[in-house]
């Protein structure tokens, strides 16, 4: 992720959520701009090793989101015998 951003030494991240067991998470990430100034945190979310950013497609952050949260509900209802 660090490599798709135009600063990769000034990437930070923050809430970050990563569930194994269901192959997905989610988090934000902020990274220097062309000009040099940090933009603010996006939202992005991760599943089947695709990486989508809210800011550039709301509708596939929102699928991912929605897909990373059932296979986390999904995880759960196993570990819990349901």
């Known amino acids: ?3 798709q951003m135009k600063d990769p030494d000034s990437t930070k991240f923050e809430g970050i959520v990563v569930v194994p067991e269901a192959g997905c998470g989610f988090g ?3 990274s220097k701009n062309s000009y040099g100034g940090y933009a603010g945190y996006q939202g992005f979310a991760w599943t089947k090793g695709v990486i989508v950013y809210a800011e550039n497609d709301r509708s596939a952050f929102i699928d991912a989101m ?3 949260s059932n296979k986390i509900l999904a995880a759960g209802k196993a570990r819990a015998g349901g």
Do not use: D, E, L
């Open 66 to 68: 929605g897909a990373c």
């Open 1 to 3: 992720m660090r490599s």
């Open 28 to 30: 934000r990430v902020q």
